[in-house]
């Protein structure tokens, strides 16, 4: 069974993170000052601390730093948890020795796929260490692979919270207007949605039938949302379908999200996303075209919002996420971003090109 210790002085907290770990069958185990933690780890062996940033005594950072010392914790997974989204504060907490963060308010979906990840990847760590001597540069090759991996999959299970929250609130608003169908539809491709991104999280390679599927259940979701605001069309040939083609499982919903928050949702007519499927004798091509307020317009808004040195988050993700494609394929995943713009120079819309190797394997 594996065991967890939280450090946190916010009983609420401490709670719900029991109840959810719990159960799943975790051992859960829980302090709530620095220095009973240490002398907790220093007793006890635990295959996944939680740790909360802001510590009386000292700061959950500090304490992160002291744990990094002790010789049975150099490589325990540690997650911290902070109400904080401060770039700076990640900066700290990862320098400091942190495997990955959680913001408050906790959403238990997210708090599972991170810990079952981490888990996941600390059990593929020590029965690699176990293996002979005589295996050591095999080994070393396989714990890098496993660590981009481990960092693939948890990339795929932060869905974005906010969209979370949005298909929720409008699911409560269907139910608040008696708009009982509405609702219903929106329950069921909700829960649909969360199970399939659960257990694509645990996966490498989907088929690409797969990944089609999880696109309309999503764009649904957020047509259901928008309403008349959204309308959307994916393009994609039977013979293409039925060609076994395998991708890395929620590649393009990125993509297609960013297009909706930072183009549609600005518009004040009604948006559209056409999304083309085509093949090519090495790539997968996906052609994923909006006709929102364009890239340059919608910056300058979320700067108004959130602030000149706003920078997004979900891009650096996707970056991330391409970059370990490539490497952990040993193939070149790319993409490119179109401004569209009519016969006066006036943006109407994007377009994003997403290049996906063909022939990828297990």
């Given at each position: 069974?594996?065991?967890?210790?939280?450090?946190d002085?916010?009983?609420?907290?401490?709670?719900?993170?029991?109840?959810?770990?719990?159960?799943?069958?975790?051992?859960?185990?829980?302090?709530?000052?620095?220095?009973?933690?240490?002398?907790?780890?220093?007793?006890?062996?635990?295959?996944?601390?939680?740790?909360?940033?802001?510590?009386p005594?000292?700061?959950?950072?500090?304490?992160?730093?002291?744990?990094?010392l002790?010789?049975?914790?150099?490589?325990?997974?540690?997650?911290?948890?902070?109400?904080?989204?401060?770039?700076?504060?990640?900066?700290?907490?990862?320098?400091?020795?942190?495997?990955?963060?959680i913001?408050?308010?906790?959403?238990?979906?997210?708090?599972?796929?991170?810990v079952?990840?981490?888990?996941?990847?600390?059990?593929?760590?020590?029965?690699?260490?176990?293996?002979?001597?005589?295996?050591?540069?095999?080994?070393?090759?396989?714990?890098?692979?496993?660590?981009?991996?481990?960092?693939?999959?948890?990339?795929?299970?932060?869905?974005?919270?906010?969209?979370?929250?949005?298909?929720?609130?409008s699911?409560?608003?269907?139910?608040?207007?008696?708009?009982?169908?509405?609702?219903?539809?929106?329950?069921?491709?909700?829960?649909?949605?969360?199970?399939t991104?659960?257990?694509?999280?645990?996966?490498?390679?989907?088929?690409?039938?797969?990944?089609?599927?999880?696109?309309?259940?999503?764009?649904?979701?957020?047509?259901?949302?928008?309403?008349?605001?959204?309308?959307?069309?994916?393009?994609?040939?039977?013979?293409?379908?039925?060609?076994?083609?395998?991708?890395?499982?929620?590649?393009?919903?990125?993509?297609?999200?960013?297009?909706?928050?930072?183009?549609?949702?600005?518009?004040?007519?009604q948006?559209?996303?056409?999304?083309?499927?085509?093949?090519?004798?090495?790539?997968?091509?996906?052609?994923?075209?909006?006709?929102?307020?364009?890239?340059?317009?919608?910056?300058?808004?979320?700067?108004?919002?959130?602030?000149?040195?706003?920078?997004?988050?979900?891009?650096?993700?996707?970056?991330?996420r391409?970059?370990?494609?490539?490497?952990?394929?040993n193939?070149?995943?790319?993409?490119?971003?179109e401004?569209?713009?009519?016969?006066?120079?006036?943006s109407?819309?994007?377009k994003?090109?997403?290049?996906?190797?063909?022939?990828?394997?297990?």
């Amino acid at each position: 069974m594996d065991k967890i210790l939280i450090v946190d002085d916010d009983f609420l907290t401490v709670q719900q993170l029991k109840n959810e770990l719990e159960t799943y069958g975790r051992e859960v185990s829980y302090v709530t000052k620095a220095k009973l933690a240490l002398l907790r780890l220093k007793k006890d062996k635990f295959d996944l601390i939680l740790l909360d940033v802001k510590m009386p005594e000292f700061s959950g950072v500090e304490l992160l730093k002291e744990i990094r010392l002790l010789n049975n914790y150099k490589d325990v997974p540690i997650i911290m948890i902070t109400g904080n989204s401060e770039t700076s504060v990640f900066v700290d907490c990862f320098n400091s020795g942190a495997n990955d963060y959680i913001e408050k308010p906790i959403n238990s979906i997210v708090l599972l796929t991170r810990v079952n990840a981490l888990l996941s990847y600390r059990k593929q760590f020590v029965e690699n260490l176990e293996k002979s001597e005589q295996l050591n540069n095999a080994k070393i090759q396989i714990e890098r692979h496993s660590a981009i991996q481990y960092k693939l999959r948890n990339l795929v299970a932060r869905m974005n919270p906010h969209f979370i929250f949005n298909i929720l609130n409008s699911i409560q608003y269907h139910v608040l207007e008696d708009e009982k169908n509405l609702a219903l539809e929106g329950i069921s491709g909700f829960s649909k949605l969360i199970r399939t991104s659960l257990n694509q999280s645990e996966k490498n390679l989907i088929f690409l039938d797969e990944e089609i599927d999880f696109l309309e259940n999503y764009l649904q979701l957020e047509k259901n949302r928008l309403g008349d605001k959204l309308s959307y069309k994916i393009n994609i040939s039977e013979k293409l379908l039925d060609d076994d083609i395998m991708l890395p499982p929620m590649i393009i919903q990125p993509f297609i999200e960013n297009s909706i928050i930072h183009g549609i949702t600005n518009l004040a007519l009604q948006g559209k996303i056409i999304i083309d499927f085509l093949l090519t004798k090495e790539y997968l091509i996906i052609n994923i075209q909006d006709n929102g307020v364009g890239r340059k317009k919608a910056l300058l808004l979320k700067q108004q919002r959130k602030g000149q040195n706003y920078s997004s988050k979900a891009q650096s993700i996707i970056d991330l996420r391409m970059l370990m494609f490539s490497e952990f394929y040993n193939k070149t995943f790319s993409y490119e971003i179109e401004d569209l713009i009519d016969e006066h120079n006036n943006s109407i819309g994007t377009k994003i090109i997403v290049k996906i190797p063909i022939d990828l394997y297990e």
